[in-house]
């Protein structure tokens, strides 16, 4: 992992391969902001206009590269578009998007210092994070190309480098940014390398090494525990499936979380089969459970006051002899029974043992994580996750924690006659997993996934179907494919309540 620390080195003097610097949107032109005074005078006073001779516009993501003004020391200067701040004020996300494009725009083993704006912790933890997720690359399956290279160092020049507050920033920031390329790495990692039982072994080794609790329930136990749901999706596979828990317990604890994740390592869709085409980015399948297991490692290092249960669901939803088919009725953890009138609606089915063994743990609030539905991308995008709870005092309150961390999130609500649908629409058992309608699917999945929590416990359901991973190109911080999202809300909302 790159290596990155503050300095209050001079931004026109500081030794390094690239400084990135912002430029703001004013008017017909560009301005610069605080911090870049003494590389404004390195070029005579005439920055901006070498800048806008070069087209710089300060445009949102633009990039403009410049020689550095003393050679021998910064040999490039890269200026990041960070947009029009209208109210005076750089927002956080910018900055953090800033420094993620800038450190993109240099070589990987380039070593680049950022003199973007840091008035205040905040603003430093921003940049750092942008930084240090901007520079990710997956790499394990190159066999050239520079796929070797060692990241180059990253330094933050602030005039709080210092600070306690700003110190422990970007510690939160590092910590934060391993916690989103380990889950990045798990959801780019082909399903051929990344079954139930591996994911499970990663998840043992990441809590030995930093005090979690893990305990693991293989098909032997799910069978004697009753874990009908996750059996049930699994069953069509040669890889049995897994339930890993994860327990972090620090000393008096000011609340109790307990995080839910999503982990069907591969997707066809059972019987139910996928297209092709829709099968390609299948291996993203297990990223809420990815994102649950980063968050809570990322939580007991930081060593926040939060007491943290999480379930990571794993199966391999394949196509076999042994497939659970359209019409078979699955007996949940718990003794709910399901109608499973869609093998592709499988998320749910091991979500749902999931959340009422969370449920069991008696946490202050349940959140689960899943890429659970297509409705949510058409509804919302692929840059926004919905959220969804049985209170809209809890949902609202990670729906604030997602925005503090960055991530984009949006309220949906979950009508009763959902429910009512899922249970009229099966005439054997309790409730069927689909509506039998065409519409309004995000909907009808959260409120099946309510339907197994406990009376009296909060709960949110995040479905990041469309955010969790980027099928195009790079952008700012967020690389193409895994994209580590939900990692920083869950940590935020840590924090927040610590």
Avoid at 24 to 47: D, F, H, I, Q
Avoid at 434 to 462: K, Q, R, S
Wanted: with cysteine; net charge negative; glycine share 12%.
């Amino acid at each position: 992992m790159t290596t990155i620390t503050l300095s209050k080195s001079d931004a026109a003097g500081v030794k390094s391969d690239a400084v990135v610097i912002g430029v703001v949107k004013s008017g017909g032109g560009v301005t610069l902001p605080a911090g870049t005074e003494s590389l404004n005078a390195a070029y005579g006073g005439k920055l901006v206009e070498v800048l806008s001779g070069l087209g710089a516009t300060g445009k949102a993501g633009e990039v403009t590269k410049v020689p550095g003004p003393n050679p021998g020391k910064s040999a490039t200067l890269i200026a990041v578009g960070l947009g029009a701040a209208p109210d005076g004020e750089l927002k956080t996300e910018d900055l953090r998007t800033a420094a993620g494009t800038g450190v993109r725009a240099a070589k990987i083993s380039q070593s680049v210092a950022f003199a973007l704006p840091t008035p205040d912790a905040e603003c430093v933890r921003a940049v750092a994070e942008g930084a240090l997720m901007g520079r990710y690359a997956f790499t394990a399956y190159k066999s050239s190309d520079g796929a070797n290279d060692a990241p180059g160092n990253l330094t933050v020049l602030t005039d709080l480098a210092r600070n306690k507050d700003a110190k422990a920033a970007l510690e939160r920031a590092q910590v934060t940014a391993e916690a989103v390329a380990q889950v990045r790495d798990w959801v780019n990692t082909p399903p051929s390398d990344l079954h139930p039982a591996e994911f499970a072994a990663d998840a043992v080794k990441l809590g030995k090494e930093y005090g979690v609790k893990v305990e693991v329930l293989d098909e032997k136990a799910l069978a004697k525990g009753g874990y009908g749901g996750i059996l049930g999706v699994g069953q069509g596979s040669s890889n049995p499936p897994r339930l890993v828990r994860l327990t972090y317990t620090p000393r008096k604890p000011v609340t109790h979380l307990a995080f839910v994740g999503k982990g069907i390592t591969f997707d066809s869709g059972g019987l139910s089969l996928k297209t092709s085409t829709g099968m390609v980015s299948m291996k993203s399948d297990m990223a809420g459970a990815a994102a649950v297991i980063g968050a809570t490692i990322a939580i007991a290092r930081l060593g926040l006051p939060v007491q943290v249960t999480s379930y990571a669901a794993m199966a391999e939803n394949m196509p076999s002899g042994s497939a659970a088919r359209p019409s078979d009725v699955l007996t949940m953890y718990g003794g709910k029974t399901v109608e499973v009138l869609n093998t592709d609606a499988e998320g749910r089915l091991v979500l749902g043992d999931a959340l009422v063994r969370a449920s069991a743990d008696q946490p202050d609030l349940i959140i689960d994580v899943a890429t659970l539905t297509g409705a949510c991308v058409v509804a919302l995008g692929t840059k926004v996750a919905g959220a969804f709870g049985n209170t809209d005092t809890a949902r609202d309150r990670v729906v604030d924690a997602a925005v503090a961390a960055g991530e984009s999130m949006w309220p949906l609500p979950i009508p009763a006659e959902m429910l009512d649908k899922l249970k009229s629409h099966s005439k054997v058992a309790d409730l069927a997993n689909i509506t039998g309608e065409p519409w309004g699917g995000a909907l009808a999945a959260a409120a099946f996934l309510g339907d197994f929590v406990a009376d009296g416990i909060d709960w949110v359901h995040l479905d990041v179907a469309g955010p969790a991973f980027n099928d195009g190109g790079p952008s700012g911080y967020i690389p193409t494919g895994g994209t580590g999202y939900a990692v920083r809300t869950l940590v935020e909302l840590a924090a927040s309540a610590s």
